[in-house]
């Protein structure tokens, strides 16, 4: 979780100014952590505070807001139709072209009123940049401080057919992949590219696998055997944190063969695991895509049928 700056960026460009909504405390239960925000517009929003009462309310205030920043607190409770039974305090921020050009792309921290910095929102920061972590999202004697938002998974999907861009379609709202796509030309992808995708047309593919983070994770899907082989054994010469490819058990098993001709040691080729997502939902895209979402949600669910499928 973090201040998606990316995000508001976007949404500034498309809409103009645009009103940012982040939970900025709560006390007992709340539908949404702190830090967890929306952006608002007229005649439109994306992102959650938890749906509900809360955010229509919230959202509909935004819309009529005047002021740079407003700090407000709501009691979560029959009232509002909702059963949370906590609190929660809301931090509205009116932005656009000129003020989001301002905001610092490492840690955003800014005071909710005229008050100066006060020394315990100053030690929160300086031991933040001394040691080069990030703080939480917390609101501190009248200050937020929030991280920027930086993806921390690399995720590259090979191939822009039908499996492709359905996950695309499932992967790209969640808010810790920044996704490379690849195929072997611009007409391969879709007209609309969703935000946080980056696209990465090649003539040769795998030639581009070299300059892939070496704990970067693939899945291999492209409409041609012969280069979903290239792209393995790349893959294993260059290193990755995880690395999936699309097929049967027939398919894997002459694949397992032809790279070890190649070289590859068994250990080093059951690094990838194939087939990718859950056989048993189906072979439909988006079945497929959900599966792989759900395993790469939960990694040691991966390594299980990983361990599974090898047996």
């Known amino acids: 979780m973090g201040f998606d700056l990316e995000a508001l960026r976007e949404a500034v460009k498309s809409h103009g100014r645009v009103?940012?909504?982040?939970?900025?405390?709560i006390k007992g239960s709340s539908p949404r952590e702190v830090g967890a925000s929306m952006l608002v517009w007229p005649g439109g929003q994306s992102g959650t505070i938890g749906g509900g009462?809360?955010?229509?309310?919230?959202?509909?205030?935004?819309?009529?807001?005047?002021s740079e920043r407003v700090l407000s607190h709501h009691a979560l409770g029959p009232d509002m139709g909702q059963c949370c039974g906590g609190a929660v305090?809301?931090?509205?921020?009116?932005?656009?072209?000129d003020t989001v050009n301002t905001l610092d792309d490492e840690i955003i921290c800014r005071a909710t009123d005229e008050r100066t910095m006060p020394l315990t929102v100053k030690r929160v920061l300086n031991e933040a940049r001394g040691q080069g972590t990030r703080p939480e999202a917390?609101?501190?004697?009248?200050?937020?401080?929030?991280?920027?938002?930086?993806?921390?998974?690399?995720?590259?999907?090979?191939?822009?057919?039908?499996?492709?861009?359905?996950?695309?379609?499932?992967?790209?709202?969640?808010?810790?992949?920044?996704?490379?796509?690849?195929?072997?030309?611009?007409?391969?992808?879709?007209?609309?590219?969703?935000?946080?995708?980056?696209?990465?047309?090649?003539?040769?593919?795998?030639?581009?696998?070299?300059?892939?983070?070496?704990?970067?994770?693939?899945?291999?899907?492209?409409?041609?055997?012969?280069?979903?082989?290239?792209?393995?054994?790349?893959?294993?010469?260059?290193?990755?944190?995880?690395?999936?490819?699309?097929?049967?058990?027939?398919?894997?098993?002459?694949?397992?063969?032809?790279?070890?001709?190649?070289?590859?040691?068994?250990?080093?080729?059951?690094?990838?695991?194939?087939?990718?997502?859950?056989?048993?939902?189906?072979?439909?895209?988006?079945?497929?895509a959900v599966g792989v979402a759900a395993d790469m949600l939960r990694p040691a669910l991966t390594e299980t049928r990983k361990k599974d499928l090898s047996a």
């Not at 305090?89 to 072209?97: C, G, M, N, Q, T």
């Not at 290239?230 to 398919?251: M, P, Q, V, W, Y």
């Open 19 to 25: 009103t940012r909504v982040v939970i900025a405390a």
């Open 53 to 66: 009462t809360l955010e229509f309310e919230a959202a509909e205030a935004a819309r009529r807001q005047t």
């Open 89 to 97: 305090s809301l931090l509205s921020e009116v932005y656009d072209v």
């Open 138 to 288: 917390q609101l501190i004697d009248g200050w937020m401080i929030e991280p920027v938002h930086k993806p921390a998974r690399q995720l590259w999907i090979w191939g822009a057919g039908h499996v492709g861009r359905a996950l695309v379609d499932v992967l790209s709202p969640l808010p810790d992949l920044a996704i490379t796509w690849v195929d072997t030309g611009p007409e391969r992808f879709p007209e609309t590219i969703p935000a946080g995708v980056t696209t990465l047309p090649a003539a040769k593919p795998a030639e581009l696998v070299r300059y892939a983070p070496t704990d970067a994770e693939h899945l291999v899907l492209t409409y041609s055997h012969t280069l979903d082989l290239e792209l393995c054994n790349r893959l294993l010469n260059h290193d990755f944190a995880f690395a999936g490819l699309i097929g049967s058990a027939t398919k894997w098993a002459r694949f397992r063969s032809r790279l070890g001709k190649l070289g590859h040691t068994p250990d080093r080729i059951s690094r990838i695991t194939c087939p990718i997502g859950d056989p048993s939902l189906g072979k439909h895209p988006q079945m497929i």
